[in-house]
């Protein structure tokens, strides 16, 4: 199994690589490289930082061009984590309007009650949907860990799990080859490594 | 349910972790010592998340604290709060790069604010932990930086609030005089200014043993409770304690 860690500058990677390893994934490389990401079996999108900012140094390194043709042409399996998954949708209102890959029908907004400690921050019961190839094995209700400013909204069902914190929202996706969630899975302890080793075995 | 965290503080000096009592360190045991000792990937089981302070006085040697994190956090995997010293971009550059999740600023939330906003810019307010310490002198509390040496002539009430402008992501609240006492938090302190911040808290100083980690997380604004005593959690301390608190039904995280 050969899994590409996609390196856009922004993130910290190294805990996903170790618990990748953990999970006794052979050949974990991080790269921005065309020929690495057409050559690997599965991708990662990880990501922490600005919205902006992200996407951006994305489109300068051309790699929206080369995740299209991967992910939406050759249909490769993708899991975008936390700012990874965030880009993976249509826009975010984070630094104005800036618009992400569009995978993934949903939009990134603010939280929007006031009375709430932003950022959202700490382990929260995450709402699995029913068949999830991501949650085989989890309990429909499992903690993962969060930390976010903006969160998701769709207007349509998308296979979706749902997280509560104010106002209800989505922290994954998962549609074919494509899986995202807002959550961090590689910081949250065993359930976490789960959810990782049901992408590695499920996508 | 947002849940709520239990946090253990590693204090790192010239290579040993140390035992604080009201800031000052008695050395325990380099990283080989806290893993033949206390199995500290185990101890990690039960714990929501980990924060790593570099408090070495004189040089901070940010290379061997990086390289010394980097072995720590291997397998662990929780989410890890690291600083100590961070006065550069490189410094949190490298802390990022060996495992740091967040990082963990103090003294240049106060000299160096221009500093403080850089960093929020390009690492994003849920990166920042921004860490307060705090003293009672002449029954007013005032803040102290760089280690807790430099009393600064601001109130903690006044203190929290410049803070909370910087847009950093949580705050990390310790009491001087409970640190390392084992006798509890500064419960009394921590109820006059918990309503003050709107930004998640994590409160420090004093844990001796579970019923004050119990005490602390059922304080309705406190978001985290964080212990650094070595003695009285490591082993199986800590496990235990975090057993009886599921038991007792306080919002924790389960896995």
């Known amino acids: 199994m ?3 860690i996609v390196d856009y500058g922004m993130g910290n990677i190294k805990s996903i690589i170790s618990a990748l390893k953990y999970l006794n994934v052979d050949n974990v ?3 921005r490289d065309k020929v690495d990401i057409a050559a690997c079996d599965k991708l990662i999108l990880p990501g922490v930082g600005s919205f902006g900012q992200a996407i951006s140094n994305i489109r300068k390194l051309e790699l929206d061009k080369i995740l299209f043709e991967e992910v939406i042409e050759k249909k490769k399996p993708i899991l975008g984590i936390c700012l990874g998954f965030q880009l993976m949708t249509k826009h975010s209102d984070e630094d ?3 618009d992400g890959l569009g995978f993934i029908n949903a939009n990134i907004k603010k939280f929007q009650e006031k ?6 921050v700490g382990f929260n019961q995450v ?7 991501l949650y085989e094995g989890l309990n429909s209700m499992s903690d993962f860990y969060f930390t976010h400013s903006y969160q998701a909204q769709s207007s349509e069902a ?3 799990a749902i997280c509560e914190y104010g106002n209800e929202f989505i922290v994954s996706y998962e549609v074919d080859n494509i899986a995202g969630v807002q959550f961090h899975p590689e910081l949250s302890q065993t359930n976490g490594l789960k959810l990782l080793e049901n992408f590695i075995k499920n996508f | 349910m947002l849940r709520k965290r239990i946090i253990f503080s590693l204090i790192y000096e010239n290579g040993f972790f140390n035992q604080s009592r009201n800031f000052r360190l008695q050395k325990v045991g380099n990283l080989q010592w806290l893993e033949r000792n206390y199995k500290f990937k185990d101890i990690a089981f039960s714990l929501d998340e980990l924060i ?3 408090s070495s006085r004189t040089d901070k040697d940010m290379d061997k604290f990086a390289l010394t994190l980097s072995k720590l956090v291997d397998d662990v995997f929780i989410p890890i709060a690291a600083g100590g010293g961070i006065r550069s971009m490189e410094d949190a550059k490298l802390l990022f790069e060996n495992g740091a999740d967040k990082i963990v600023l103090n003294t240049v939330l106060y000299r160096d604010s221009e500093f403080v906003n850089k960093l929020v810019k390009l690492y994003g307010s849920q990166s920042i932990v921004a860490s307060i310490d705090y003293k009672k002198v002449d029954n007013v509390y005032k803040v102290f930086v760089e280690n807790g040496t430099f009393e600064l002539d601001v109130e903690l009430k006044d203190y929290l609030i410049y803070v909370q402008t910087l847009n950093v992501g949580e705050i990390y609240l310790n009491s001087i005089d409970k640190d390392g006492t084992g006798f509890g938090y500064d419960f009394k302190t921590i109820s006059e200014v918990v309503d003050s911040i709107n930004i998640p808290l994590i409160i420090a100083g004093g844990a001796g043993n579970e019923s004050h980690l119990e005490k602390g997380l059922l304080i309705e604004n406190v978001n985290a409770v964080a212990t650094a005593n070595l003695f009285n959690f490591i082993g199986d301390g800590l496990p235990k304690a975090r057993e009886n608190i599921i038991n007792n039904n306080i919002n924790i995280a389960r896995w």
């Open chain 1, 2 to 4: 050969k899994i590409v």
């Open chain 1, 29 to 31: 490389l991080v790269s």
């Open chain 1, 96 to 98: 104005g309007l800036s």
């Open chain 1, 115 to 120: 009375s709430l400690k932003i950022p959202h």
């Open chain 1, 127 to 133: 709402r699995s949907p029913k068949n999830s190839k």
């Open chain 1, 158 to 160: 998308i296979n979706q």
């Open chain 2, 52 to 54: 790593v302070l570099n």
